[in-house]
């Protein structure tokens, strides 16, 4: 039903006081081995679910290839096109200092050398799926060939960078968090947010608060992930503004081009943009204590797919996915957070 084109990678986990400045060394935790990669996450979200889903991806032939691939098989997910690639594999190299804040350098090893080719070379499986999900931790070029093949595209323009028109135009929905939002909106987001609703009482904070500092949920803006906010049915201060800013983000966003458009919020759930002019969706996120918020973006992006695929309207399948990336902000770490069908 799902095909998955992305990336794995083994996250490379030290604990350390605080990070090390340049010429330094500092002594770390022990290290910790993760099954990562937006890819390998959306697909391992999926199937925990019930989806049968495939992934296209390359993994390396050094220590952890083979371990990364059946761990996926391990998890259900068809892994008859996860191509072993001679050299190192996708590895990130995560830095979580005492305030839990990370840092993160990734090396896409084999994840660079995914191309149109192996798109092609796996032409009958893409066209057989009900939805093929895709995001940026691979060439943009297999990610467009990818595209090109599907039937429905699901694009999570993540990490953030410049999309072709042809790619925007194919995405069906475009799914991305605040940050990518904006960066897809070229930082003209503040402007474009407040103008769409000039009438509203509280524009002048909700820029603020957010659109006028698209980094603030999760870096400078304390009010960002509150319990209160969490309860994500705009009862929140930030809740309100964030879901009337998103609404704004998701209908410029519209304008460039997708078939349909999703913002996430974190705690305050998505928005659904699904026809220029028509109103946005939307989509409240239940209240959680969040734990760990990563890998929170790949469970809902899983989900979303695999209800798309089930043939859920975008707003029902979003509601769905928000319960499922609210589930994997309750536990530690990506995968290992991402619930089953039975526990929602
Ligand atoms: P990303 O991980 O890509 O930044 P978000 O932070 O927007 O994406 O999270 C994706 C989804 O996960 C949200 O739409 C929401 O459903 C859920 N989620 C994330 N953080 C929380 C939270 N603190 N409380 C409840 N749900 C959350």
């Given amino acids: 039903d799902v095909v998955v084109v992305g990336s794995v990678n083994a996250d490379l986990v030290v604990r350390v006081a605080r990070r090390p400045a340049p010429g330094e060394t500092v002594m770390g935790s022990d290290l910790d081995i993760f099954p990562g990669g937006k890819g390998a996450n959306q697909a391992v979200a999926a199937a925990r679910l019930g989806a049968h889903v495939a992934l296209l991806a390359r993994t390396g032939t050094d220590q952890y290839g083979t371990r990364l691939a059946e761990g996926l098989a391990g998890e259900g997910v068809d892994t008859g096109h996860v191509l072993p690639t001679e050299g190192a594999g996708g590895v990130a190299l995560i830095t979580v200092d005492a305030d839990g804040d990370n840092s993160i350098i990734v090396s896409p090893g084999a994840n660079a050398r995914l191309s149109p080719e192996d798109v092609v070379g796996a032409a009958p499986l893409l066209e057989e799926a009900s939805v093929v999900s895709l995001m940026l931790e691979i060439p943009l070029d297999t990610v467009t060939a990818a595209a090109r093949a599907a039937r429905r595209v699901l694009l999570n323009a993540s990490p953030p960078r410049e999309l072709p028109a042809e790619l925007l135009s194919l995405a069906d929905p475009l799914v991305v968090n605040e940050h990518e ?126 209800r798309l695929a089930r043939g859920d309207g975008l707003p029902e399948a979003a509601a769905f996915a928000a319960r499922v990336g609210a589930a994997a902000v309750r536990r530690e770490g990506a995968q290992s957070s991402y619930p089953r069908l039975e526990e929602l």
Avoid: N, Q, Y
């Avoid at 974190?266 to 109103?279: H, N, P, S």
């Fill in 181 to 306: 939002a904006a960066f897809l909106l070229g930082g003209a987001s503040a402007g474009r947010a407040a103008a769409h609703d000039p009438t509203s009482d509280t524009a002048g904070d909700t820029t603020g608060d957010t659109a006028g500092d698209p980094t603030g949920r999760t870096a400078g803006d304390p009010t960002g992930d509150t319990a209160r906010d969490a309860a994500g049915d705009g009862d929140g201060e930030r809740g309100r503004g964030a879901v009337r800013d998103a609404a704004g983000m998701a209908r410029d966003l519209l304008a460039l081009g997708p078939r349909s458009v999703v913002v996430t919020l974190g705690a305050d759930g998505a928005v659904v943009a699904e026809k220029a002019g028509a109103a946005v969706t939307a989509v409240p996120s239940p209240a959680v204590e969040a734990v760990d918020t990563t890998g929170a973006g790949d469970a809902f992006t899983g989900a979303l797919a695999w």
